[in-house]
């Protein structure tokens, strides 16, 4: 009887268990096409019912509208249900009705940073995406919403795709193979030990068609200015990479020796083309000329130090792509041994491509490498190498080059997983604000309002 009376009972905790465990997503407010990446793919602990509460307006057709997309995909479709609220009260309809455990943010980031520490304050885990904060003021906000968030056991986090990126992954890898890499050198102002370059098109193609962006998106009050967007993947990038699984601390391990900001110029005629209308709106009359033309500081480069390691890190925005090429990624890491190079150019067809190259001095021998190789391959099975003039190129077989798009579900599935067993790493918490001290002191020193 007793037997039979413990069974009930672990039967019934264990249901209980589960129905904390189940998540479910509120998309709150989306009006980057990211919030919809989240849900390219489904779940398993995850409901298909995801509530969303926006204002109308086309920011949330076109979400909508991906989501759709996504459930009608001939190969892999979705199940997602959306359940909308659309209103002026939205955000307070969602603290009120708490249809779910989860804010998804993807969208305007003007008020990005109070979404956050408003719902920490209610008592949601919070998955957003970059950059979480723009400004100074917005900085503290942060920092209390983090203190909210672990008073309350709650986890804030941040999509940081291009971890999941493969010829990263490996550049990270081999950074920690002392055989093949030795160690990472502190570099110079000149020549910094890293130096990471992305280069990015404001008209693109997403999950198959032209990407119409929101007029909100070219005003940097509310997007953000490129040394505090897109930067935000290349500083964690010199983290996560230079100082694997370490923890750093802001107020002593960064050190900003300059910044710079520019512009990008987009014509009227562009314009239209971007976000599909006619006049641009008030709010962009500031940064337009006569014939309404804009020039948008988009652009940014930070030189600074992490723990006495130099990096560079700089965000380049063009209109658009020339035809058969897209968005581009560079970096370097030095080490004493060899350097670990990432180019993506012409010469290597627009694809990030891994290159291994050998210090003039001290370098590993050819067996070492080749050991250091295998090593890493028993992790990802197939990865070889091509000798070149320089060293070696990295082979990586298709299987591992999935595509931004499909880095979300990647993200997406580490943050559940923290979510499901209580175990995201200390050292997440202070690198993400440390990652957000670097892009907004640039920021400030560039001489940005």
Not at 105 to 127: C, E, M, P, W
Not at 334 to 346: F, N, S
Not at 398 to 417: M, N
Request: glycine share 6%.
């Amino acid at each position: 009887m007793k037997r039979i009376f413990g069974m009930i009972l672990l039967a019934g905790l264990m249901q209980d268990l589960q129905a904390q465990e189940k998540i479910k997503l509120i998309t709150l407010d989306p009006g980057h096409f990211h919030a919809a990446l989240v849900q390219k793919s489904m779940y398993p602990q995850v409901d298909p019912q995801v509530h969303v509460y926006a204002p109308s307006g086309n920011d949330l057709q076109q979400h909508l509208d991906k989501i759709k997309l996504y459930n009608s995909d001939p190969k892999n479709p979705t199940a997602w249900k959306e359940i909308v609220y659309e209103g002026n009260d939205f955000f307070e309809k969602m603290l009120k009705d708490k249809t779910g455990n989860v804010v998804v943010l993807a969208g305007n980031n003007r008020l990005k940073t109070d979404y956050i520490l408003k719902s920490i304050q209610s008592g949601f885990h919070v998955f957003s995406d970059k950059p979480m904060v723009i400004n100074e003021k917005g900085f503290e906000k942060l920092k209390l919403a983090f203190e909210e968030a672990k008073k309350r056991k709650l986890q804030l986090y941040d999509i940081m795709t291009e971890r999941y990126e493969i010829t990263t992954i490996l550049q990270r890898a081999f950074s920690m193979e002392p055989a093949l890499f030795g160690t990472l050198q502190k570099g110079t102002a000149e020549q910094p030990a890293v130096t990471k370059e992305s280069v990015h098109h404001f008209y693109k193609n997403v999950s198959g068609s032209v990407l119409t962006r929101p007029a909100w998106f070219l005003d940097t009050e509310q997007q953000g200015e490129g040394i505090v967007d897109v930067t935000t993947h290349l500083v964690d990038l010199v983290q996560w990479e230079c100082f694997p699984e370490q923890t750093l601390d802001y107020t002593k391990d960064i050190r900003i020796l300059s910044a710079r900001r520019w512009k990008t110029n987009i014509t009227k005629a562009q314009f239209t083309d971007l976000t599909k209308l006619n006049e641009e709106p008030a709010y962009l009359k500031k940064y337009s000329d006569a014939n309404g033309n804009l020039s948008i500081a988009s652009n940014g480069e930070i030189n600074y130090t992490v723990k006495g390691v130099h990096a560079k890190v700089s965000v380049i925005w063009n209109y658009k792509a020339p035809d058969g090429t897209g968005d581009t990624h560079y970096s370097i890491m030095r080490g004493t041994k060899a350097d670990l190079v990432i180019r993506q150019g012409a010469e290597q067809g627009y694809k990030p491509t891994l290159y291994i190259e050998p210090a003039a001095a001290g370098a590993a021998s050819e067996k070492e490498i080749n050991e250091a190789v295998a090593k890493i391959a028993k992790q990802y099975p197939g990865i070889s190498l091509k000798k070149n003039a320089k060293g070696w190129e990295v082979l990586i077989p298709e299987k591992y080059k999935e595509g931004h798009e499909s880095h979300f579900a990647r993200v997406t599935e580490k943050y559940l997983s923290y979510l499901t067993n209580h175990n995201m790493p200390a050292w997440e918490v202070p690198n993400m604000l440390a990652k957000y001290y670097t892009t907004l002191t640039a920021q400030k020193m560039a001489g940005a309002k």
